[in-house]
């Protein structure tokens, strides 16, 4: 017995193989982290836990912010797909490769002024901050490496070669494991090991990307693509596309960065707890972004191909899976702290009131579950616009002022209560801008 499957639905068993690969891959990246902290977190000494939490505020502003690799090379290489050309598809890479190599090296370069800026804007104490240094010093070297992954994971991605993405998190995230085990557990090398650990592993990924990369492209097609790779209306285009999506990743992340420089502000347990929970916040972020890079891809790819009576469909799947995966993940860390945050941490003083806050996993999680399906969405179109517009509007009316209060009254569940505002009206702002999306099938490729 065979059952139909409405034509707009027909994308189905496309969409939930590639997601499923994303899904995968992608959760990789936080369970890699989860480790980092569960191996520091058992440590006799909580200030190399603190240290590590407090100094991934600038990876963040180093590492997520620059994911508008991913994503813009994403929705190029979808479209490029979609209209069958091979040799739009090779370039979409190659030029994303340029571009993060030289900020690659440019990391490199201004690591020095980066970490003292770094630390000298966020709070902490002499010996916390003595533990994030050694932790930066470490995993500043993988810059290059970071960034190139993005790109060959977006284009990979673009191409649904997802399969090779989740090689790539296989080999990267598992030697960051073992790393881990050698350099923290056996070693005793703490804060400075757990970075070091990392660094190298994405080297380890980087190259297994590269060497696929090397086998699947058309070699006939590319000194024709090498010729077009410094088209200045084309290059103008590409930027100006990384540019808004950059936006987008760069309010988000500060968004994190302050409420977790906050935490601090409130003291040592405060930025631990809060930085556990954030922990398991981006374990489903993570996941549901697997998600979220499928529809990217598929809205991408049908608009190439001008199927844009399936989007709205697309959409609907792809926010009712999120929903699930998100949560998921949050019902069991509020209805099992102690087993979850258990095996994040042995620390009872810190342990003892983190349930108190894990209730706000479940509207916070749900909202950024949506509202990262609709970013999507508009990153396959190409709307880079549209997503800067919106967050930089929750930046500052659903996040700042909250957060700045709750920091003033020193308030932990208000300054919860900030993260969940900023991710409700993102979302609303996309969601009002959809009708005009479903409604003209002449869709302008914006920015």
């Known amino acids: 017995m065979t059952i139909a499957v409405s034509p707009q639905y027909n994308f189905l068993p496309r969409f939930y193989k590639l997601a499923s690969i994303s899904v995968l891959s992608n959760m990789m990246v936080p369970l890699a982290g989860l ?48 209209l069958d050309d091979q040799k739009t598809v090779l370039l979409a890479g190659i030029r994303s ?174 930025l631990a707890e809060n930085g556990l929970l954030l922990q398991i916040a981006l374990l489903s972020q993570f996941t549901v972004q697997g998600v979220g890079m499928t529809t990217q ?24 899976t999120s929903l699930v995966i998100a949560l998921g993940f949050a019902a069991v860390s509020v209805l099992f702290p102690d087993a979850v945050f258990g095996l994040l941490t042995n620390h009872t003083e810190v342990n003892k009131h983190i349930s108190n806050y894990s209730i706000w996993l479940l509207p916070l999680l749900a909202l950024t579950a949506i509202a990262f399906m609709l970013e999507g969405y508009f990153i396959g179109l190409k709307e880079g616009a549209t997503l800067r517009n919106a967050v930089l509007i929750a930046f500052g009316i659903g996040f700042l002022p909250l957060a700045i209060t709750a920091w003033y009254v020193h308030n932990n569940q208000l300054l919860w209560m900030s993260l969940v505002s900023y991710m409700a009206i993102n979302m609303f702002v996309l969601a009002i801008q959809l009708p005009r999306t479903f409604g003209n099938q002449a869709l302008a490729t914006q920015q």
Not at 299 to 313: L, V
């Open 297 to 320: 891809t598929l809205t991408g790819n049908f608009q190439g191909k001008g199927s844009k009576d399936q989007m709205s469909s697309l959409l609907t799947v792809s926010i009712l």
């Open 35 to 82: 480790v980092d902290i569960a191996f520091l977190g058992h440590l006799a000494d909580i200030r190399h836990l603190a240290g590590v939490i407090l100094a991934t505020i600038i990876f963040d502003y180093l590492y997520r912010v620059l994911k508008f690799l991913r994503s813009s090379v994403n929705a190029l290489t979808a479209q490029a797909v979609g």
């Open 97 to 270: 490769g340029v571009i993060a190599l030289g900020i690659g090296l440019g990391i490199l370069l201004l690591q020095y002024p980066l970490q003292k800026i770094g630390f000298m804007i966020l709070s902490g104490s002499p010996d916390i901050e003595i533990a994030g240094a050694d932790y930066f010093q470490a995993r500043i070297w993988g810059a290059p490496a970071v960034l190139l992954n993005f790109v060959l994971i977006g284009w990979f991605m673009g191409q649904e070669k997802n399969s090779v993405v989740l090689l790539m998190s296989v080999i990267g995230n598992g030697s960051n494991v073992l790393l881990d085990y050698l350099m923290i557990s056996r070693w005793g090398w703490e804060s400075m090991g757990a970075g070091l650990a990392t660094a190298i592993s994405q080297y380890l990924a980087l190259l297994a990307g590269i060497i696929y990369a090397g086998l699947s492209i058309s070699w006939q097609t590319l000194p024709a693509a090498l010729q077009d790779v410094f088209d200045w209306v084309a290059l103008k285009d590409t930027v100006v596309l990384k540019s808004n999506i950059l936006i987008r990743f760069l309010v988000l992340i500060s968004t994190y960065a302050i409420f977790t420089n906050f935490s601090a502000a409130m003291g040592t347990e405060t």
